[in-house]
């Protein structure tokens, strides 16, 4: 099954970090980051290397797009467009779900902006906003809020707060897909199509429709719910190792989840990053080791206890999901 592509949206110079974030966090819930920073982009050597991009949101399940300071670069010299609302525009034109963020104190101004606008007796053309470099990113803002749907534009003050949003409406998309029992056969298609999404989702594509009363179905869709919400999850996803509850189950301990997966694990005292990778080996800080630990801990009895509740030993629970 093909990996849902999730395009990244901004200009890059002022929000850098957080597009690295960004990628991070899109792998960890298994899905596949678009960055043209990256490499993931093609580049048609006949096209502009501004119009790349562009060119490749329709190709992507969804677009993430984060309103930064910069309006950012044109798409063309001869145009006023930037790349970036190029982007948003391509995506709306495609009918690519979008999700939009915008950075809340620049939200705060475009409201004092607004406000402004609005006032005959302001020159509102004098007036200067610190946090932008240009007033089009008002106006990129009033585009994405004036769009019929597609227009929910959701102010973050850090990248937690953007994780958090991105989480919440991924499960409700995927809940959506899922609560519809008259369609769950062309969703399971759907499904299999376009999406690997995770082991949650590789797993519900091929259990929802057969037995959606099963205690033990209900028990594996909870502990996916468990780990996809724990922070843990991206130190798990590192690597190309798998975070699924079969895996965490049967491995007591952080060293043997990650030697299950074949990987070497390494430590290092006063390491200058908390963690770093080698082809399959992972070297981390000792004292970030021991804090990773505990967190695995509390995560694997969370989901034994979850596992309990819905009347299976971990035993039986992983020689169910080895048939």
């Not at 979008?98 to 475009?110: G, H, K, S, T």
């Amino acid at each position: 099954m093909a990996t849902p592509r999730v395009f990244v949206s901004s200009t890059f110079y002022d929000l850098r970090y957080i597009r690295e974030n960004l990628k991070y966090f899109i792998k960890s819930v298994g899905y596949e980051p678009v960055l043209s920073e990256e490499g993931s982009v093609y580049y048609d050597p006949k096209a502009e290397v501004r119009e790349a991009a562009v060119a490749e949101v329709p190709s992507c399940q969804m677009l993430v797009l984060i309103i930064g300071g910069r309006y950012g670069q044109h798409i063309k010299p001869e145009s006023d467009q930037s790349v970036t609302n190029a982007e948003y525009k391509k995506a709306a034109e495609s009918n690519v779900p979008i999700f939009a963020l915008v950075e809340r104190d620049i939200y705060e101004q475009y409201k004092v902006y607004r406000q402004n606008k609005e006032n005959p007796q302001i020159d509102a053309a004098a007036i200067r906003y610190p946090a932008v470099d240009s007033v089009k990113v008002f106006g990129f803002i009033e585009e994405v809020q004036g769009q019929a749907v597609n227009n929910a534009l959701v102010p973050f003050a850090d990248f937690g707060e953007i994780e958090s949003y991105l989480r919440q409406q991924w499960a409700s998309m995927m809940f959506s897909f899922l609560s519809s029992g008259s369609e769950a056969r062309r969703v399971a298609d759907t499904l299999d199509a376009v999406t690997e999404v995770s082991e949650k989702i590789e797993y519900l594509t091929r259990e929802v429709v057969r037995s959606v009363g099963d205690p033990a179905t209900k028990a594996a869709v909870k502990m996916y719910d468990i780990l996809l919400a724990d922070r843990l999850i991206a130190d798990l996803a590192v690597g190309g190792a798998k975070p699924t509850p079969e895996a965490v189950l049967k491995n007591e301990t952080l060293t043997g989840y990650f030697e299950d997966a074949g990987m070497e694990v390494g430590l290092e005292s006063n390491a200058e990053y908390a963690r770093s990778l080698s082809g399959r080996s992972i070297t981390f800080d000792e004292g970030h080791f021991d804090s990773l630990s505990e967190q695995y801990t509390q995560l694997r009895e969370a989901l034994i206890d979850k596992s309990t509740e819905y009347g299976l030993t971990v035993d039986e629970y992983l020689a169910r999901e080895s048939n």
